[in-house]
DNA sequence: CGCCAGCTTGAGAGGGCTCAACCCGTGTGG
DNA sequence: CCACACGGGTTGAGCCCTCTCAAGCTGGCG
């Protein structure tokens, strides 16, 4: 059930099956929640964590005007908010794009399992600074980036991650995005959103479909948009080249 | 020396003289860097923490057409990246804007203070879960205002972070961004940096004059923009209203 | 006194928005 | 088996927010 997390951490960290076997027992109640439901909203006191096994949610505002917009894609294995019960309230909610299975995590449970495993300890450190990296690089796409970049970006980094845990076949993956979820996410009418999907389309950089996406040519996408994975902080995957910015080290050569 | 610290972490947490005590005893070595200077840079293995404890920096990354995003504005007290030094790399660089006092503090510190300090590592942790809520804050800035309120929300987020350092003096603090950080912040051109800024004037909102900036209405501002302090988490100050979001209270239903 | 960074302003262009219609697949009910 | 509704995708047309290019201005400093 857990295979995700796991799968995730030692993304990071190599665990032992000792570690293992401590994240095994940690799956108390296994939450089925319903596509486009609130996981936690805005203004609850929380005291747990939140880890998806399977399905996508995301975090969002709402503002005044009624205006979205989404901060964060979570995807199997995702594990948050390590510290979340240490603020009084959530500043933000976190919602099912689809179905899911999640876990809320007391925090008794991850003061207990850290306390005894270094390793796992510091995966989940790894974790947290990872998502803050990726809102980050979610910031700069959305100052620095033109729509089509952009969303270029966001199917890069989904392939990126979603490989990480297993989630991708043939540069293939799921995407049960509506197009006005990824116009919220991305700071962009839904209008827009669809002329620009279908300009990448039409460059044959990537195939959308039936709640599918394919990546049709990995090398050109990422090239595309400047897509570089140093942020996602990956390990043990094909992607992890440890390379500073090309453009930065010497003389544009490296 | 290390006021600001100090002060900073009880805007979130109360401490004992003997916690203070602790904190005064961390100064190890003070850098002094000057205006403009990267303290760490992207690519960088990162080993100590940054605490900034006079001046503004910021993050920021520099893309291949050498467009600049900044991604967070660092001033007196932050303190912050609490754990990069897990993490292999610097995805982003750190830069100043002004001329600083910095510290950094090796990760043995660290480890050493939160060890003894409960309140302390609380007070830490919370600085780093606020970060984080500030990124998101941000994200929304730029994906769901327009430029007039992205500016607005800045200034007046500014004003909240800067005031519970003891920064601000009558509603007015040290301004040194120039229109281009601001722009490459705000995902703008300078150019409309520039009539933003004077569409503020003339509203009688702010005046910025000088490297300084005086909000010439508060509560004006904030509603101008739709500004809600909610995510900065304060406590102690005179804004840490604890309410939650207005028009998501009442009416819409729970 | 002259340079230079930063600020200001004008004019024209364009990326993205809004409004609005239409299409399509799916589910529901008669 | 067809009628209809509905969410989501697609497309067109006109507009406006913001951008780029370009010039002129201002103030601090060597």
């Known amino acids: ?37 609130d996981l936690i909203h805005e203004g609850d006191a929380p005291d747990t964590v939140h880890l998806i096994l399977d399905g996508y949610a995301c975090r969002y505002k709402v503002l005044a005007d009624g205006q979205r917009q989404i901060m964060a894609y979570l ?55 990872v998502d803050e990296a990726v809102l980050r690089e979610w910031l700069v796409n959305l100052g620095s980036r033109p729509a089509n970049h952009r969303i ?20 293939s993956y799921d995407f049960p995005f509506t197009q006005s979820d990824i116009a919220d996410t991305m700071g962009l009418s839904n209008v827009h959103v669809n002329r620009t999907i279908r300009e990448l389309r039409e460059l044959g950089l990537v195939a959308l479909k039936h709640r599918t996406v394919t990546i049709l040519d990995v090398e050109r996408l990422k090239a595309y948009c400047g897509f570089n994975p140093n942020y996602l902080h990956l390990r043990n995957t094909r992607w992890s080249n440890r390379r500073s910015v090309p453009w930065l080290s010497s003389g544009h050569g490296g």
């Open 1 to 37: 059930m857990q295979d995700a997390l796991t799968r995730k951490l030692e993304s990071f960290e190599e665990l032992t099956n000792e570690d293992r076997g401590a994240l095994n027992a940690l799956t108390l109640k296994v939450r089925q929640v319903r596509a486009r439901t």
């Open 75 to 129: 995807v199997p294995g995702d594990f948050c908010d390590l510290n979340v019960f240490i603020l009084d309230q959530m500043d933000h909610s976190i919602g099912t794009i689809t179905a899911c299975q999640a876990v809320d995590i007391p925090r008794q449970a991850i003061e207990a399992i850290t306390a005894d495993h270094p390793r796992v300890t510091r995966a989940l450190w790894w974790c947290a600074l």
């Open 152 to 171: 270029a970006h966001l199917l890069c980094e989904l392939l990126l991650r979603l490989e990480a845990v297993g989630r991708v076949t043939s540069n």
